[in-house]
């Protein structure tokens, strides 16, 4: 990671030079952009263009399929604005881009490395944003988390996609069917891209609080997969706070440089109603890692209760059978007392006083019954039987 952005690096200051060097004219445009610079990257570097224009009084002038073209267009029709979206972009592609658009290295660098939280940077007339989208797959009912870097010029926007989300086509759509807001120049692009990034939210709120009420359900009937479930959303909650909290403090921060910056009333009235949306996003955020930790210690104590509730059946079962040990133990110690004197009589002894007497039936019998009444009167004091 440290040599790529060292060479990426090294790179752009090469390219920078060589454009404060370089006479500008049409026919150096083609040679900044497409000669190959320090890069590994084997694929042609247009590829991961997935729409480029330039627009002039908020209408669409040209559709440039290069970066060399598109440099020429904007350089060609004075007042015009060159909106560059990326997809996930080779190396030689964001050089080139900071090389012309003057960017400054250290953000280059955060759009090639990616994994970036949000964040708002000025440098110069250049505004860099970074930005984490969100939506919510409902097969595996789960949030897909895609992260957008923003570029923001006086005369171009650029967007570096690191994600599925979000779908900028449709902001593009949008925006070209309203000329009178995409005249208002690289800010209402912004702030048309930051809109749909929030509004995105939306859904997945909705599909969290469905998960949520679902595992709701599970705790509460015992279900043994509720534990491992509340994590996993509770992993998601967090990550999508992360995403969302940074936001309200870019916002503001957008909102002062549009004062100092002298941006029409009528873009800070849109970023307004963004923020409006975006805190009852981050409160209902709040709500859901409130609601996961309450889940989760209900579900805690249930399992507690269950365990306990176990024990006390292992113990119940335990005793019962201890007591059915007791009497067995008992009744089988009192009907051993009149076999061991029966057994004892039952020996063929010649000498045996007791044999040629005439009371010695009666008194074996005796015996027994009086042994036997002895261990049942015992037996039953102690609640054995």
């Known amino acids: ?86 997809y996930r972009p ?34 110069g007339d250049t505004l860099f944003v970074v930005l984490r989208a969100a939506r919510y797959l409902d097969e595996a009912e789960e949030v897909d988390f895609g992260e957008l870097h923003v570029f923001v010029g006086p005369d171009f926007v650029l967007t570096v996609r690191h994600g599925e989300a979000p779908n900028l086509s449709a902001v593009r759509r949008r925006m070209e069917a309203d000329p009178q807001l995409l005249a208002r120049g690289p800010e209402a692009i912004l702030y048309a891209i930051v809109d749909a990034v929030v509004d995105g939210y939306a859904p997945v709120i909705a599909g969290l609080q469905n998960d949520i009420d679902e595992i709701e359900t599970e705790v509460f009937r015992g279900d043994p997969s509720a534990s491992r479930r509340i994590y996993e959303l509770s992993r998601e909650v967090i990550e999508f ?21 002298g941006v029409e009333d009528e873009m800070r009235r849109y970023l307004r109603d963004v923020v409006d949306h975006l805190t009852t996003v981050v409160e209902r955020v709040d709500g859901f890692r409130q609601m996961l930790q309450d889940i989760l210690s209900v579900n805690a104590t249930l399992v507690n209760q269950a365990q306990n509730e176990e024990m006390r059946n292992l113990t119940r079962a335990s005793y019962t059978q201890n007591e059915e040990i007791k009497r067995i133990s008992s009744w089988a110690a009192i009907l051993f007392a009149p076999t061991l004197i029966g057994t004892v009589y039952g020996m063929n002894f010649a000498f045996m006083p007791e044999l040629h007497w005439i009371f010695g039936y009666p008194l074996a019998l005796t015996l027994m019954a009086l042994t036997c009444a002895s261990l049942y009167v015992i037996f039953k004091r102690r609640n054995w039987l």
């Open 1 to 86: 990671m440290s040599e790529l952005r060292s060479r990426a690096l090294r790179s752009l200051r090469r390219a920078t030079q060589n454009n404060d060097q370089a006479v500008p004219g049409p026919q150096e445009a083609p040679e900044r952009s497409m000669d190959p610079r320090a890069t590994t990257v084997d694929v042609p570097v247009e590829n991961s263009i997935i729409d480029c224009a330039v627009y002039v009084g908020g209408h669409r002038s040209q559709s440039p399929t290069t970066l060399a073209d598109t440099y020429r267009c904007l350089r060609d029709r004075s007042g015009s604005i060159a909106w560059i979206g990326l």
């Open 90 to 123: 080779a190396e030689a592609q964001l050089l080139s881009l900071g090389g012309e658009f003057g960017l400054h290295e250290l953000a280059v660098e955060d759009a090639i490395v990616a994994h970036q939280r949000p964040k708002l940077e000025r440098y």
């Open 241 to 261: 706070q992360r995403a969302t909290r940074p936001l309200m403090g870019m916002l503001e921060s957008l909102s002062a440089g549009f004062d100092k910056y």
